[in-house]
């Protein structure tokens, strides 16, 4: 089994900054991408960003330049570092893994981090 429990989330002014933290733990052999989405009320689960093992990285056209993530792959924790934030980027944020395990390559998700911005 493996569990991603999310911290970091909050109420911040518009222009102010947040910073995820999302820290993976179990039984598993390695994680290959490990990334954030988000859900605002009403709409669909979005990507944000991910990156890889090897530190390749790739984000949504809306958070270019404001957002940054990272990862500790000795800690098994991903990061998302948001500056500049807008009302815009309120949502539910999801953590999310490749894992690799005994029985395969899965995906997990964790629970979900309210992020809200207010103008």
């Known amino acids: 089994q493996v569990q991603l429990v999310e911290s970091g989330g909050g109420l911040v002014q518009t222009g102010g900054s947040l910073r995820l933290s999302c820290a993976a733990s179990g039984r598993f052999f390695s994680i290959n991408a490990m990334g954030w989405y988000r859900q605002a009320p009403g709409k669909q689960r979005d990507l944000v960003a991910t990156i890889t093992g090897a530190g390749s990285t790739n984000y949504a056209d809306s958070v270019k330049g404001r957002f940054t993530i990272s990862r500790d792959n000795a800690k098994n924790t991903v990061y998302l570092q948001m500056n500049s934030l807008k009302p815009e980027d309120t949502a539910v944020y999801y953590c999310?893994?490749?894992?690799?395990?005994?029985?395969?390559?899965?995906?997990?998700w964790g629970q979900g981090t309210q992020v809200t911005v207010s103008s």
């Open positions: 999310y893994a490749r894992v690799i395990v005994a029985a395969g390559t899965w995906d997990y």
